[in-house]
């Protein structure tokens, strides 16, 4: 309904217009949390999918979900399932998509296009 919050961190939040304590959440950060806190994140995952219905058989979890009034997002995103499908790699081989980025072909093969963008604000 609103977007998303920055739940727990509330002083950074307040630095942009719009953004307030809320009880959005969003499935794919708890697989994001997995490497750092298994259990939590899949009993996090098991309730947000049985207690308000959040994941969509053949599709994967939906976007997000207000905890407080119960709405669930109408979405299923592309960019939250490969985020997911990210986080299950790392769980079950760490490393595994850190490590193309440490060799040095890739490094030296994305430079030169990194060097012609311009990231300024």
Not at 19 to 31: C, L, Q, R
Not at 38 to 50: G, H, P
Not at 59 to 65: A, E, H, K, Y
Not at 72 to 81: E, G, N, P, T, Y
């Amino acid at each position: 309904a609103g977007g998303y919050a920055t739940y727990g961190v509330d002083a950074l939040g307040m630095a942009v217009d719009g953004y307030t304590s809320g009880g959005v959440v969003t499935p794919h950060a708890s697989f994001l949390a997995m490497p750092f806190a298994r259990d939590e994140a899949v009993t996090n995952l098991r309730r947000i999918a049985q207690d308000f219905g959040a994941y969509e058989d053949g599709l994967g979890f939906r976007d997000s979900v207000d905890v407080n009034t119960g709405r669930v997002s109408d979405h299923v995103l592309a960019l939250d399932q490969g985020m997911i499908a990210a986080a299950l790699a790392q769980v079950l081989k760490p490393g595994l998509l850190q490590r193309p980025f440490r060799s040095g072909g890739f490094a030296r093969r994305v430079r030169p296009l990194l060097a012609k963008e311009n990231f300024a604000i």
